[in-house]
């Protein structure tokens, strides 16, 4: 009751769902993936990899599937060091897979630098199930490793794990300062084009008669003195110049 209630149910929707979903949303709306309505909801799911590979966290679900299965549903196999060889030849395939499609584009930095976490992750990976298996060796003779190894072992492990898990952690955090300062120094050009547009369009006002008031100017199309009024700012409302208006300047 419980698998067919549960397990296959999530199986379905949750773990083989969301990924397909989402692969089949980014199929059918590839002429809409750089629209900022479409990928400030959808770009999660693909913003980051090359044109081509907007599908490949496809790629990603599959893998973390095969590894999470191997460990929850490899103990049906018996042998755990049988468990380490399987997982051993899912990352293997996985490394492969990842050198072939090359999901993000190397010719940019931070493609490169996206391609080649991805790849020492997956590498350190295949280590860390690689040096597991060490620990199952010789149990039919005992000391077929020796403790040293073990230990030393265990130590290379642990270290290239933290050294890998802090290094992507300080790149993170420089990724995200370095758009934050892009960030800042766009604002503050559309701020100074904008206030540079302001300027320019200041400077097409201009006032009336610069060279003085005339008795004219000084009284309104009523006949009350003009003078303490305030005049026109806008230069063009007070003539009407007949080279603009061509041949209609005459009637």
């Not at 060889?85 to 930095?109: D, E, M, S, Y």
Request: hydrophobic share 45%.
């Amino acid at each position: 009751m419980y698998i067919w209630l549960l397990t296959v149910p999530q199986l379905i929707c949750y773990v083989a769902g969301l990924p397909l979903t989402a692969a089949l949303i980014i199929f059918r709306n590839k002429e809409y993936l750089h629209e900022k309505k479409f990928y400030t909801r959808y770009g999660l799911l693909y913003m980051g990899y090359r044109e081509g590979r907007e599908w490949w966290e496809l790629v990603i679900a599959i893998r973390k599937l095969a590894v999470v299965s191997i460990g929850t549903f490899g103990t049906l196999m018996g042998v755990v060091d049988l468990q380490a060889f399987v997982a051993l030849g899912t990352v293997f395939i996985a490394i492969i897979v990842h050198l072939v499609g090359q999901p993000f584009n190397v010719t940019k930095p931070s493609g490169r630098r996206l391609h080649n976490l991805e790849f020492t992750a997956l590498t350190i990976c295949w280590f860390t199930f690689w040096g597991g298996l060490l620990y199952f060796l010789g149990h039919e003779n005992v000391n077929t490793v020796d403790e040293n190894v073990l230990m030393l072992t265990t130590v290379v492990l642990v270290v290239s794990n933290a050294t890998f898990f802090i290094y992507s952690s300080t790149a993170f955090v420089r990724a995200y300062l370095h758009d934050r300062r892009v960030e800042k120094v766009r604002k503050k050009t559309r701020l100074a084009l904008l206030k540079g547009d302001l300027e320019s369009l200041s400077t097409k006002v201009v006032p009336i008669n610069e060279g003085g008031d005339t008795e004219d100017d000084k009284q309104d199309a009523t006949g009350h003195d003009n003078e303490n009024q305030e005049k026109h700012r806008i230069a063009t409302l007070t003539f009407t110049p007949d080279h603009h208006l061509g041949h209609f300047g005459d009637h």
